[in-house]
């Protein structure tokens, strides 16, 4: 799929605009055309081979979505790179371990990014956005628009890319970081073959059409919406800017988070074609919401970082199914579905990460999700078996936070999700404090904890004390979160 996109950017009218933006007045204007995507692409791929870089080597990213992130991409896929996506939202030490296992050759940040490791860092805290300095992890490099402070630029070199090196279907692609703790952390990674397989089965569920709009910004929207000839275009972040888009470009296709539809929804705006939603659940009541809104179709896509997409249901479909647990559709082509034994459910397929860093390869990915299979076999989830919480389209691991809230005078402490009411989480901590500790102090002390922890910050931290359970005397999550829904509710 990324050989088809690099083709097609240069042969299928390279002047139309690739990706749009909205500006406030309401004018609609090419960020990119096809061909000068095409040329950024090659003038990278040219840069990074002039830095040594060559296939098998690591390229860390911390680039904001977008014409940039996707060009890298595919120098990357050119010269046989690993790409390591890095979230800034992950909090400094997690993405710190992060860095130390995946061993960047290099780090490609752009100045927002590097910004927020350093003059930034106490502003960006309140946006939930936190790095380490990336100069102290490896080399670095400018990406886009070069500030004071920021590393060396990147320049996009020469006008023809070098000579693509040998590389096999199973060479790694991407690394992107999921589960584990600070002191483990988990990556999985997908081959080049598994990466393409995922782009396939996006291109043939959605269909985009050649001179369409697609609005979305995520790296399984740009790739089968530009390699099949649509132009895109990147969400506003603000829900009126976000309503006004859709009014004026009439897209053909949505894709936007079930927190950003919600959002849109109550600012008024409007749909067309089909929208599809993912990322976080997406009950039924949502996507009819979607559609009494103005859209043709609504569809929630199930997709997990180990295998993007899994499977998918539009809103009819959903709503018709009248037992228990949540419908998320048939398994698309190609991904095979079964239930281990405790009820979790199995996913496989062509497009399933390869293995998880560091670790041996493994055909099927224990999803966490508890499921059933309906007799003609679709999949309902039954809830899940792992410890995380999904909070505004967010993947939190209390693993990876918790044992920063381990301070003096704490005795223990959990993060656990409680219903927010419009069918996503809050996030609160559940502190107990030591015998004799002085909650005004205790409290004033996890200030600096809970700011390093970006994105994963509670929405609320209670004191009180951490039910227990089991002959090992373990948290009890479930009792944490009861007791902290009451508590909430006082």
Known sequence: MLDRLTHALRTDHPD??????????????PVIRRGELADLADGYAAALHAHGLGPGDTVGVAVRPGPRALAVMLAAHWLGLRIAVLDPTAGPDV?????TLARPDLVLADAAAQAVAGWAGPLARRADLALPRLTALGPVATLGR???????HLRPAG?????????GPETDAVIVFTSGTTARPRAVVHTRDGLAAGLRTVADLVDPRPGTVVLGGTFFVLVPALAAGAAVVLPA???AALGRQLARLDPAHTYLTPPQLRAALAAGA?????????????????????KQSGAHQAWSVYALTELFPAAAVEEADKSAHDGDGDLVGAPLPGVRARIATGGELLLTGPG???????????PWVRTGDRAALTPDGRIVLAGRLKDMVLRRAENIYPGLYEPTLHLPGVELAVLVGVPAGDGDERLVALVQPAPGTDPRRLREALRGPLDRMAAARPDAVLFGEVPLAGRSR?????????????????
């Open 270 to 290: 409007r749909f067309t074609g089909r929208v599809w939603t993912g990322s976080a659940p997406a009950d039924a009541a949502l996507l009819r919401r979607v």
């Open 146 to 152: 070069r500030l004071p402070g920021c590393a060396p």
């Open 237 to 239: 972040r603000r829900p």
């Open 95 to 99: 993405l710190a371990a992060r860095l």
């Open 16 to 29: 139309r605009p690739a990706v749009l933006r909205h500006t406030r007045l309401g004018t609609v204007r």
């Open 159 to 167: 006008a023809t890319p070098p000579a693509r090196p040998d590389g």
């Open 474 to 490: 373990k948290p009890d999550r479930a009792a944490a979160a009861a007791y902290c829904v009451r508590e909430s509710a006082r």
């Open 352 to 362: 399933a990460r390869q293995r998880y860093l560091g670790e041996d390869p493994d």
